[in-house]
């Protein structure tokens, strides 16, 4: 099986010492370093914006993969990509015309991703994945790390890699929500495994790796 690339939320890091998390889960293994941004609107939650991406961006060489859980992304993409998002996430939920939205983020450089809720039928993606480079797939409602992993969602996941591969397409598939040692080995057709609480709940830069090691080491059993 494929080896998975792991992407640490910093939505479970320390906020007060962002830069230093930062740095410590890059030089324990992380492949990419995930954003969650919520506008307590699409979600009942509110964390960070686009002056902490800018910030955040000169404390690591591995792409941002940046996770929008907000209302209108139409008006602020173009502000994400400007402050250094490599990957950048829309909620398909969020957008009327997600074509003409993830068309104009590939215009703006960065690498567009669509996701959807537990909610949301997987066929709703479906015509987009020739537009994306990911598609991330929720196992928990978005909103709050620290949550139990939905396995009726890994069926979206099965049904994604059928349809990728039949179309030769390169999208990655990304899981996102619950994830830890035991809940990655289910996770076989993804490409991508975000996991929050599971990796800062360690308490340094030698935990941090033990944790990323795991996930790379269970998704590989
Ligand atoms: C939830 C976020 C997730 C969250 C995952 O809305 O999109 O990225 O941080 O946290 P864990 O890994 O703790 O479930
Ligand atoms: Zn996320």
Redesign the pocket.
């Known amino acids: 099986m494929k080896r998975k690339l792991v992407a640490p939320?910093i939505?479970?890091a320390d906020f007060g010492r962002l830069s230093v998390e930062i740095e410590a889960v890059t030089d324990a293994g992380a492949d990419w370093i995930?954003v969650?941004v919520m506008d307590g609107h699409f979600?009942p939650n509110i964390t960070i914006g686009i002056p902490v991406v800018k910030s955040i961006k000169p404390s690591t060489p591995v792409p941002l993969d940046v996770?929008l859980?907000i209302e209108n992304p139409e008006k602020y993409v173009e502000a994400f990509a400007e402050a250094g998002a490599d990957y950048l996430t829309v909620h398909v939920e969020a957008t009327d015309d997600p074509e003409s939205l993830l068309k104009k983020m590939r215009d703006l450089g960065v690498k567009p991703g669509i996701t959807l809720r537990p909610g949301t039928s997987v066929e709703k993606i479906l015509p987009l994945l020739p537009l994306v480079d990911l598609v991330l797939v929720?196992t928990?409602e978005?909103?709050?790390?620290?949550?139990s992993f939905m396995s009726d969602q890994l069926v979206k996941i099965d049904r994604l890699r059928k349809e990728i591969d039949d179309l030769g397409l390169t999208t990655l598939i990304e899981v996102?929500?619950?994830?830890n040692q035991e809940t990655a080995k289910l996770c076989a057709n993804a490409d991508v495994l975000?996991?929050?609480?599971?990796v800062f709940k360690g308490e340094s830069v030698e935990d941090y790796k033990n944790a990323i090691a795991q996930l790379k080491g269970g998704a590989n059993d």
């Not at 978005?142 to 949550?147: I, V």
């Open positions: 939320s939505l479970s995930h969650d979600v996770h859980m929720m928990v978005p909103g709050f790390g620290g949550q996102d929500g619950g994830i975000v996991a929050g609480s599971f």
